[in-house]
Structures are given as structure tokens and as C-alpha cells.
């Protein structure tokens, strides 16, 4: 064949070769940047403590015990004295030798042994240290089937003093379950708070998300053009609409949410009495009323970019070139000059870099410095526009596809953690600084992930709807969104999936839910306890994922 020679081989062996030696090289360089050690796990005392950990977690604290106990007690000394002895103990019938019987250092090994004790007894080595009131834990084994004991331990302090010092083996007669522990509960509860977490985080995400997906799909936006008139012409009405609106919401909801006002209070007081259901529709209205000036602004937005387009679209239909040119150089320079005061004041705002230090407070202050450049680059854009025909119609729509599609990468690429650590910061410890932090990244995750259901969708209907003369509402509603609600419904219960497990872990920054718990019991080494949540946390996930695995496979 020509694509070997006359030995057999391909030509490009060679190449397979130095692939093949390149990827070898590679993950040499990554076994020694990752510092892969096999000898650590293999060491005694960290194969000691793996077992310790293991089995403390395989021990959860699911049930409260009524426990009788027998306690022995034996004599230390701290620190030794010259000559060291041992020492025997005979209660009841048990006896024990201690051997040494002091310690001077926590390096010292103390042996206790002894007979007489109830067989295979859980028996716990426990210290009360001089000058303490808090006992701790140095061993626990198990006795002999004869009721033999020993065990060999080392002291975790060494507190000196005159008078020997009591150590005692708390021996378990015998334990009665008497109903579930309080750690069971506080998961319970903790586990139902970290589900309606997730379920609400998903649910407002969804909401969000909805609407921006359609505005991220490619093969909706990239049919959208616009004369440069029209998209000029509502830059430049947007701060003068939106600005208004968001005035007139100031002046609707500011004697109400003035902490002076005594509606709101009066009004929480009297749906109290309803309970939940009553703090429900107080956040409800309260909510509503912090939006409100958000909603109006941006109803504004979007009636400014309404009569622009309108206006632009009928100069663009009635003028001849030659006025329509002129139109489309005086609405550039303006509406860019707009929309660069737009984004310079909110990057000051914002104080990017630091750059709010190098500018006045007063905000007339600082419209005299954006001005300027806002025309000079308005002038550039508008010279720029006479290179095009008067009337050409500009793709605005892929312009709103990336810079959503870029801000839906932008938030994914944030981990809720962090988000969780800056609301955390914003509205305090607890649940609410969590459900923020996933609402957010649902609302990027689901929005990109309905944008791509939208991109492949057939697009027959869409032909079919089109060529009736529909619009492109029309469309998206009757060809578009039948297709895609199945597929928005499955993804909806996998992101409540993934909110469960995410809320853990945005617990450990305060966000609530068993998250929170589950760190303080294992930064207080109470894997009792841990291993209660885990388990809670681990049955909660499997349930989840059977009926999200149901309903895909119903819908789908």
C-alpha cells in the first residue's frame, strides 16, 4: 500500500512514538509535582489512626443508651518520682496492676492489667485533670472472654503535682437503647432544612434562569438584527426610562421600608399569628417591596429599548439614505458616549483596582471626567458607522448571546463556597446566605444547560411556525418551548440533586443546612456524631437521585 514502505511500516510511526513519550513524561512530572509518596500510608501510626477514624465513623451516635457503669479507680503520679513502683488496686473482686504507675513526660507508656471484670465488658480509661472539671478520654478497649484486661496508653498532658492523681476504668454493666440520640434529631432536622434549602435555591434559580436561557441560545439570537438607529436610540433613552422608574419605586416602597415606618412591623404582628404560613406572605409582600424599584428599572429598560427601536425603525422606513446617515453618526456618538458613562461609573462604583480613590465623590464630579472620553469614543464609533450602508441591520442578537452566554461562564466558574463565604459575609450565618449562593450558580448552571437544550431543538416547528407568519414570541412559545419542557423538567430535579450535596458543603462556611453541623462536630473530633450526618446526608442523596432517575424517566 502507499501509505507504507517497503519494511511495512507507516511513515508516521515516529510520530506515535514522541505522543506516546511526551504523555509518558508528563505524568512522570505530575507524580513528582503532586509529591505521590507511597511509604506515608504504610507507617504505623498513620495506619493506627486510619483505623481509629474508621471505626469511630462506623460507630454513629444514632440512639440515646441508659448505661450502667462500675468504675475502678487507680493512682498516678506526675511527674515520677526518684524510684519508680507499680501498684495494685482489689475492688469487688477486681483487681488491677499499674505499671508505672506515674508519668513525667507524654512519651511515658502506662500498662494497666487486672482480672475480675465482666467478660468482653466495654471498658473506657478516662482522667480528670487537677485543677479541670472536664474528664478526658485516654483509652477504650474491651475486656477477655475470662473478664481479663490490658492496655497500654500514653498521657495527653502532664499536669504535676503533690498529691497523686486519680485515673479511673468506667466498665459498662450494662445498656439499654431508650429511643433515638439528640445527634439523630439535630440531623433530622438539619437534613430537612439542607432539602428546602436546595428545593428553593433550585426553584428561584429556575425562575431566573427561564428567561435568559432563550436570550442564550444562538439559533434564536443570531436572526436578530437591528438598524444601528434603533439600538442607539435605546442606549440613549435607557438611563432616562430606567432612571425614572427606579425614582418612581424609591417614592412607592420608601416610607415603607423606612425603619421608622410602623406598617411593616404592625403587619408581621398581625400575620404571626398564622405562623409559617403567615412569615411566609410577610416575606412575600417584603420582598416585593425591596424588588419593586429593581422591577420598575428594569421595566424601563425595556420600554426605553422598545420606542428606540420603534423610533428607529420607522426613520429607517421613511428618510432617504442621505438624512438616515446623519441620524445614524448623531445617535452613535450619543448612545456611545451613554453607554461608556454607564460602564465607567459602574466600574467606579464597583472600585475595580482601586480606581474610585483616583476620582471625586460627588456624582456631577464625575460625569465631568466621563463625559469626555464617552464623546471622544462616541465619535470614533460614529465615524466607524459611515464605513457601512445607511440602513444595514447590525446582529444585536448575537451581541446579547455572548454576553450571556459570558456571564452565565463567569458565574459557573465561581464555586458556590465562595459565594457562600461572600453572602455569609452580606446577610449574616445561616440558611439564607446558602440559598443565595445556590440560587445564583443554579441560575448559571440551569441557564446554560437550558440554552443548549434550545439550540438542539428541531427545527421544523420553528420552519413551520415561521412561515405562518408568526413573530419571534409567537415562535419561541408554540415551536420552541414545547420541545424543550421535558428536557427543562429533568434538569430541574438533577440541579435540586445537586444543591443537596452542594449545600454541605457551603455549610462549612456558615451557609446552614447539616453542612454547618457536620463541620463543627469534626473540628470538635465528635466522628460519633459525624458519622450521623454523613449517613442522613448519604440516605437523603440515594432517595433524591431514585425520584429525580423516575421522573427523567417518565418525562423523557
Not at 483596582?353 to 464630579?365: D, H, K, M, Q, S
Request: with cysteine.
Amino acid at each position: 500500500m502507499k501509505n507504507e514502505n517497503k519494511h511495512g511500516r507507516s511513515p508516521h510511526w515516529w510520530k506515535t512514538a514522541v505522543i506516546i513519550l511526551v504523555i509518558f513524561l508528563l505524568y512522570a512530572y505530575g507524580l513528582q509535582v503532586t509529591r505521590v509518596n507511597l511509604q506515608e500510608p504504610l507507617e504505623p501510626q498513620r495506619q493506627e489512626n486510619l483505623v481509629s477514624l474508621i471505626r469511630s465513623f462506623a460507630r454513629p451516635d444514632l440512639f440515646a443508651y441508659e448505661t450502667e457503669t462500675r468504675r475502678t479507680a487507680v493512682s498516678l503520679r506526675m511527674p515520677c518520682p526518684e524510684e519508680i513502683k507499680g501498684s495494685q488496686v482489689s475492688i469487688e473482686g477486681r483487681q488491677l496492676l499499674v505499671v508505672p504507675n506515674c508519668a513525667t513526660t507524654t512519651q511515658d507508656p502506662i500498662t494497666i492489667t487486672g482480672s475480675g471484670f465482666l467478660p468482653n465488658a466495654e471498658i473506657l480509661v478516662a482522667w480528670t485533670p487537677i485543677g479541670s472539671t472536664s474528664t478526658r478520654r485516654l483509652a477504650d478497649f474491651k475486656a477477655s472472654a475470662t473478664g481479663d484486661v490490658a492496655v497500654t496508653f500514653t498521657m495527653p498532658d502532664i499536669r504535676p503535682s503533690e498529691e497523686p492523681q486519680t485515673i479511673e476504668l468506667v466498665e459498662v454493666v450494662d445498656r439499654r437503647i431508650v429511643g433515638l440520640s439528640d445527634t439523630t434529631y439535630e440531623a433530622l432536622d438539619k437534613i430537612v432544612e439542607t432539602v428546602l434549602m436546595a428545593l428553593m435555591a433550585s426553584t428561584i434559580g429556575t425562575l431566573l434562569s427561564i428567561p435568559l436561557s432563550f436570550v442564550a441560545a444562538r439559533n434564536l439570537m443570531q436572526n436578530v438584527k437591528a438598524p444601528m438607529v434603533s439600538i442607539m436610540s435605546g442606549i440613549i433613552l435607557l438611563p432616562i426610562f430606567g432612571g425614572v422608574m427606579y425614582w418612581l419605586g424609591q417614592l412607592l416602597t420608601g416610607p415603607l421600608l423606612n425603619p421608622e415606618a410602623t406598617l411593616l412591623p404592625s403587619l408581621q404582628n398581625s400575620l404571626t399569628v398564622l405562623g409559617f404560613v403567615g412569615n411566609f406572605i410577610f416575606v412575600i409582600i417584603e420582598l416585593v417591596l425591596l424588588l419593586l424599584p429593581l422591577t420598575l428599572a428594569l421595566i424601563g429598560a425595556m420600554f426605553a429599548n422598545l420606542v428606540g427601536s420603534r423610533l428607529g425603525e420607522q426613520a429607517i422606513m421613511r428618510l432617504p439614505e442621505a438624512p438616515v446617515r446623519i441620524l445614524n453618526f448623531v445617535t452613535t456618538m450619543v448612545g456611545t458616549a451613554v453607554l461608556v458613562i454607564l460602564i465607567a461609573y459602574s466600574l467606579v462604583w464597583i472600585n475595580l483596582l482601586g480606581i474610585r480613590e483616583f476620582v471625586p465623590e460627588p456624582f456631577w464630579a464625575q460625569m465631568g471626567i466621563y463625559i469626555w472620553p464617552g464623546l471622544g469614543l462616541g465619535l470614533l464609533a460614529a465615524l466607524w458607522t459611515l464605513r457601512a450602508p445607511a440602513k444595514h441591520h447590525y446582529p444585536i442578537g448575537l451581541v446579547i448571546y455572548n454576553v450571556t452566554r459570558t456571564v452565565f461562564n463567569a458565574v459557573r466558574s465561581i464555586e458556590p463556597l465562595m459565594m457562600g463565604f461572600v453572602f455569609v459575609v452580606w446577610v449574616g450565618l445561616g440558611p439564607f446566605a446558602g440559598i443565595m449562593a445556590l440560587t445564583l450558580h443554579s441560575m448559571a448552571d440551569l441557564g446554560k444547560l437550558f440554552s443548549e437544550e434550545v439550540e438542539n431543538i428541531d427545527e421544523g416547528p420553528v420552519e413551520a411556525i415561521t412561515a405562518t407568519g408568526a413573530n419571534q414570541m409567537q415562535r419561541i412559545v408554540y415551536a420552541v418551548v414545547p420541545q424543550v419542557t421535558p428536557h427543562y423538567i429533568a434538569y430541574i430535579f438533577y440541579r435540586w440533586d445537586i444543591n443537596v450535596r452542594m449545600s454541605t458543603i457551603i455549610g462549612f462556611v456558615g451557609g446552614g443546612g447539616i453542612g454547618f453541623v457536620l463541620q463543627r462536630n469534626i473540628n470538635q473530633i465528635l466522628y460519633t456524631k459525624a458519622s450521623v450526618m454523613v449517613i442522613a446526608i448519604a440516605i437523603v442523596v440515594i432517595v433524591l437521585d431514585n425520584i429525580s432517575a423516575r421522573v427523567r424517566s417518565r418525562i423523557i
